[in-house]
């Protein structure tokens, strides 16, 4: 499909959607050519699933499990009837 430039900035967000679906938008000045809007595809035409199997192979790289990361225990404890960080911050605002 053919379209202005002056088409293709009123419209945009169409054009855009068209060529995430799979059409080839040719984006043309005064009747010549000057861009091309292509659908997405995965770099040097690697699908993401290749990408991802490449990548699970690197030796460095442990999948995870799918399960939350434990968090660190607290380092500092408040006693009790002292007044956390926040606290004071929120007093100092006031």
């Known amino acids: 499909m053919d ?7 009123s419209r945009l967000s169409e ?7 799979g ?11 000057v861009a091309r809007l ?3 595809r995965g770099r040097d035409g690697v699908t ?6 490449r990548f699970r192979d690197l030796p460095w790289v442990r ?3 799918g399960k939350k990361p434990r968090l660190p225990k607290p380092v ?3 006693d009790e009837g002292e007044k956390t960080l ?3 911050v929120s007093e100092l605002r006031g």
């Open 38 to 40: 292509v659908p997405p």
């Open 48 to 53: 993401e699933a290749e990408l991802i199997a």
């Open 63 to 65: 999948p995870g499990s």
């Open 3 to 9: 379209v202005s430039v002056r088409e293709l900035k």
């Open 76 to 78: 500092i404890r408040i």
């Open 86 to 88: 926040a606290e004071m």
């Open 15 to 21: 054009y855009l959607r068209r060529a995430a679906q």
């Open 23 to 33: 059409e080839e938008v040719i984006v043309t000045s005064h009747g010549q050519e």
